[in-house]
Every structure is written in structure tokens, then in C-alpha cells.
């Protein structure tokens, strides 16, 4: 990632149109979900949606408090390149050393104190449309490769970068035109709108260098 861009991530991914979508708009990572949602998959599912996209964007399995069993069953079938999940549901989970790890953290007042170097910060309920506490976003950013996520759509995503200065973003039903339908054209929106907004900040970033 240069200076001028911001990694950018699509989640809930269930249609290989929704994914050619967001591989044409060159996002860094695409999310298939395997907690209760309306977007949720089996491995072997996810598995056959994500054959065409290996090696052009990072896969990453989205769960929420999962047993063991469902992850081993995920690692061996879907082959992910990260796991998302609740910062709490790591310890007490096995994990392959070569699988990476994308905690989410959520707004409260009892966060820990010792940051991971990347987190995601997410709404109180994942892809449901809630908005994320900015402020404290921005505090954690300060100290942490923070990706934003929580009700980001192609008309607040600007200002949530400006707002939070993230390492990224993540949008889920932002990019929908219902409940787990992507849309090509609000997929192509937001990823376009993300990048305009870090190439703002970044060429006031050199302004104020000179």
C-alpha cells in the first residue's frame, strides 16, 4: 500500500458477480462470513466463490465467538489467508502459524491496553448498518493499523477518513441493494470515494511539510 491509497476491504461476499465487482475495483481483501447473518456461507461454498480471486486479494473468514470444530473446518475447506473475529475468541482458539489474524474491537470503555499492531474497529453489531464510534477510532488509530468498519457507505466514507484516519476501511450492506445482494455499481462508488478522500489527506499531509 502506498501513501496515497487505503487498504480497502469488501465483506459478505456471496455471489461471483459481487466478487468479480470488487476484484475490478482492485480492493485489497474480500470477507466471507461464517457467523448467523443473511450473508453467511459454508467452507466449501466460500471455497468454490473464492477459487477465481487466490492470489489477487486476501480471503478472510469473518466469524464471531466460533467453536473450534467450525474453524479447522474453515482452515481445511476454505483455505483462508485471515481470520476475523473478536479479539476475546482468539485465546482460546488453535490456529495454524501461517494464518494471520484480524481482531475486532468494538466501542466501550474497557479496551485493552496493549493494542494488536492491526485491529478492526467495528459497529456494535457486524453488518447491520450500525456506525462505529468515530472518536474512539480515532484514538485507537493513533497507536494501531486501525480498519474502520460499522455503517460506511459511498456518501460517509470520506469523512469518516478525515474523522478517523484509518489504515482502512470495511463495508459490508453500505454496498448492497438488499440484505446480502452486493451492488457492482455501489461497490464501485465507495472503493472510488475511499481512494479520493486518502489521496486528499495524503496531498494536505505534503502541504503542510513543505
Same mark, same amino acid.
Not at 119 to 131: A, I, Q
Given at each position: 500500500m502506498t501513501e496515497a491509497s487505503i487498504w480497502i476491504k469488501i465483506c459478505g461476499m456471496t455471489s461471483a458477480e459481487a466478487i468479480s465487482a470488487a476484484l475490478d475495483a482492485e480492493v485489497d481483501a474480500l470477507g466471507f462470513v461464517f457467523a448467523p447473518s443473511v450473508r453467511r456461507l459454508e467452507p466449501a461454498q466460500a471455497a468454490r466463490l473464492a477459487r477465481g480471486a487466490r492470489g489477487r486479494a486476501s480471503l478472510i473468514a469473518v466469524t464471531l465467538h466460533p467453536p473450534q470444530t467450525l474453524v479447522d473446518e474453515i482452515v481445511r475447506q476454505f483455505e483462508p489467508d485471515a481470520l476475523q473475529s473478536d479479539l476475546e475468541d482468539f485465546a482460546g482458539l488453535r490456529l495454524p502459524e501461517t494464518l494471520a489474524r484480524l481482531p475486532v474491537l468494538r466501542p466501550g470503555p474497557?479496551?485493552?491496553?496493549? $493494542?494488536? %499492531? %492491526?485491529? $478492526?474497529?467495528?459497529?456494535? %453489531? /457486524? +453488518? /447491520? +448498518? /450500525?456506525?462505529?464510534?468515530w472518536r474512539q477510532a480515532s484514538e485507537l488509530a493513533r497507536s494501531s493499523e486501525l480498519i474502520l468498519a460499522g455503517g460506511l457507505h459511498a456518501r460517509n466514507v470520506a469523512a469518516a477518513i478525515h474523522a478517523v484516519r484509518p489504515h482502512g476501511v470495511d463495508v459490508s450492506s453500505g454496498v448492497e441493494s438488499a440484505p446480502g445482494h452486493k451492488s457492482a455499481d455501489k461497490i464501485a462508488e465507495f472503493v472510488s470515494a475511499a481512494r479520493a478522500a486518502s489521496r486528499g489527506m495524503t496531498h494536505e499531509r505534503n502541504r503542510y511539510r513543505r
Open positions: 474497557a479496551l485493552p491496553e496493549h $493494542l494488536p %499492531r %492491526r485491529l $478492526l474497529f467495528e459497529g456494535p %453489531r /457486524s +453488518g /447491520s +448498518g /450500525s456506525t462505529a464510534d
